[in-house]
């Protein structure tokens, strides 16, 4: 039997946990895992594009554990009633290849989104920051926002969205989680004050969320919108004046925003900053621009995480997806013993 979290059981874990303390405790996994990235097998994303949307399956191994996503993007599902992103993981033993969980990671794609993003700000934002601009109020913003929080003390924000409805979503949602909010009519009056801007936005094309004249001395761009090949959000002036960090240089130079740049356009490593090996912020008026464009690695962590919180507990179904013939090696055995189905074959 396998373990199976499926959607109803990881909303009554988060729910159990609670948001924040799952987003805390989804970004130690996360982190520490970023201390060990050498012992990762790392591969760029596995992605099959078309006029609508990708779909893309994320994996990865560290010698003892394999996991893997499946994940698509949609932006024009939300037209039709869908999710723009749905996912779901693996988590599997690599001795003897069985897989050991099977998890939802729509929602679990969205959290592990938000607490990475807050991680690389530990490390790339101004110590003293204390407000953050999110400019695109869908599915993800919530969740960032709540990250921001939990692991960096973020409360005031100030936000834009082109849709009023998702503007009043994120009110509504937000409501109550001690935030001071503001809500902007335009993308640059809410940008103005704020320490951390956050992008967020859908389309699956190259727009310009934020131009150069819109980011000023000081600013950590969290850029997660960015997040495949002729999507991207910033202006191309930002990224020269900024220092840029990057999960996966091989699958950022594809999908974020460094596409718009040439082959040997200069970048950090994240997990090189968190392991001391290079610095983050160095200076208070350093542009920096995280850009996130989500790697299996965290996907990895989000499934250990998870594997973990549902020890001892009953967040989980069991599900017989592997055969356990009595003798593993007369397969055929299990059909030959199962009843015959004769009204089958008098139909």
Known sequence: MMRYVGVDNMVRLVGAVGIESYLTGLAG??????????????????????????????????????????????????????????AFG???????GYPRLLSEMTITTALRTAATSAVAARYL????????????????????ALAFKALNGIRRLRVFDIDPAATAKF??????HGFEIEVATSAQEAVLGADIITTVTADKLKATILSDNMVGAGVHINAVGGDCPGKTELQREILLRADVFVELPE??????????????FPVTELWRVITGEATGRRARDQIT???????????????????DLIEGTDYYDEIDLLTEPEDPRNLFGLLAAAPQAAALGAR
């Open 29 to 86: 996994y996360i982190e520490e895992d970023f201390r060990r990235w050498a012992e990762f097998e790392k591969t760029p994303r596995v992605a099959s594009h078309s006029r609508d949307g990708v779909i893309e399956l994320m994996p990865t191994s560290d010698g003892k554990l394999y996991g893997f996503k499946y994940v698509n993007g949609h932006p024009k599902n939300t037209r039709a009633g869908l999710q723009t992103v749905t």
């Open 171 to 176: 009110l509504a949602n937000l409501d109550g």
């Open 251 to 264: 699958q950022t130079r594809i999908e974020g925003e460094i596409q718009q740049m040439g082959p040997d």
């Open 125 to 144: 934002a101004r110590k003293d920051a204390k407000v953050m601009a999110i400019i695109g109020l869908g599915s993800q913003s919530e969740f960032q």
């Open 289 to 307: 621009v995280f850009d996130s464009v989500g790697f299996a690695t965290e996907d990895f962590s989000a499934l250990r995480y998870l594997r």
């Open 90 to 96: 693996v988590l599997a033993d690599v001795g003897t």
